[in-house]
């Protein structure tokens, strides 16, 4: 059977990395609308504190963590604290991410193509390992990637963020296929244009581009955090159960025009 929408994670523990602002911040509140404990995880205290009282206006099963993707004691200390809490993790949105431009992918630092990748691919996959053994015991779980646009579209002035991003979906694909027969789910969000603090620049510092961009869209608007919350929830869902390996475009209609 199949819960009413405010039910529908009843019982579930998610963790959403990123999860004190932008698209994540969107998606938390996406998932404690359905009832599911949610354990945001960002490196900011201060940003963690305030997003944690904002979200717990209105839903009590929320809690916070100081997490750095790319340390290894970070990884694994998020993890316990997540059994220690609630004993299981249903659900890991891998959704924390940053970007670097340069003027032409040769042009780029070795250093920001290494921040890029270590934080949007290869912290992903370390997260994803030392979860995943829980889940196969568990006999379920649901894993969503963040990908972008740009895991579609190439990008001159960001070529670690999209060879990062193409990664995140083949990534995603890889373990789809593995970890089917645990009933474990591995999808991805393609998130289209959306405003958030990795995209504010473009606003005040390229105003045309942004307003070129605006035009792009089929549906004629940037896209919000909170328009990633309904995809997550479906894909957090027992309505998911028979899709994995999927990279699901929310984009206002940008990958198809
Ligand atoms: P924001 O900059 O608003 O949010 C990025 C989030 O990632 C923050 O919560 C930040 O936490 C967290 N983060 C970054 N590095 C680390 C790290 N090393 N460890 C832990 N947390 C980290 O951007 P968005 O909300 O826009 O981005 C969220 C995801 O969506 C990213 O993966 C991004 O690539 C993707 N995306 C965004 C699009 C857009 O148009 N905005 C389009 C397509 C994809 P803290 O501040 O505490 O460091």
Avoid at 58 to 78: G, M, P, Q, V, Y
């Amino acid at each position: 059977m199949i819960a009413t929408a405010d039910k529908l994670l009843q019982n579930k523990v998610a963790i959403v990395t990123g999860g004190n602002g932008g698209i994540g911040f969107g998606i938390a509140q996406g998932l404690l609308a359905a009832s599911c404990a949610v354990i945001i995880a960002g490196r900011d205290r201060k940003k963690n504190e305030s997003t944690l009282e904002t979200l717990r206006k209105t839903h009590t099963e929320c809690k916070d963590f100081i997490f750095d993707a790319n340390s290894e004691s970070s990884r694994k200390n998020l993890i316990n604290f997540a059994l220690e809490t609630y004993g299981r993790v249903d659900i890991l949105v891998n959704n924390a991410g940053i970007t670097r431009r340069s003027l032409e992918p040769d042009l780029l630092s070795d250093l920001d193509w290494r921040q890029v990748v270590d934080t949007n691919l290869n912290s992903i996959h370390y997260l994803t390992s030392a979860l995943v053994p829980n889940m196969k015991k568990a006999g379920s779980g649901k894993i969503i990637n963040i990908g972008s646009m740009m895991s579609i579209f190439g990008s001159g002035y960001a070529a670690s963020y999209s060879a990062s991003k193409g990664g995140v979906v083949q990534y995603t694909k890889s373990c789809a296929v593995a970890w089917a027969k645990y009933n474990i789910q591995v999808n991805a969000i393609l998130p289209g244009w959306i405003d958030t603090q990795m995209t504010d620049g473009l606003k005040t510092s390229a105003p045309v581009r942004y307003q070129e961009i605006t035009g792009r869209i089929p549906a004629n608007r940037w896209g919000r955090p909170e328009d990633m919350a309904g995809i997550a929830v479906f894909l957090s869902s027992q309505m998911s159960d028979y899709i994995t390996g999927a990279a699901i475009p929310v984009d206002g209609g940008y990958s198809v025009y």
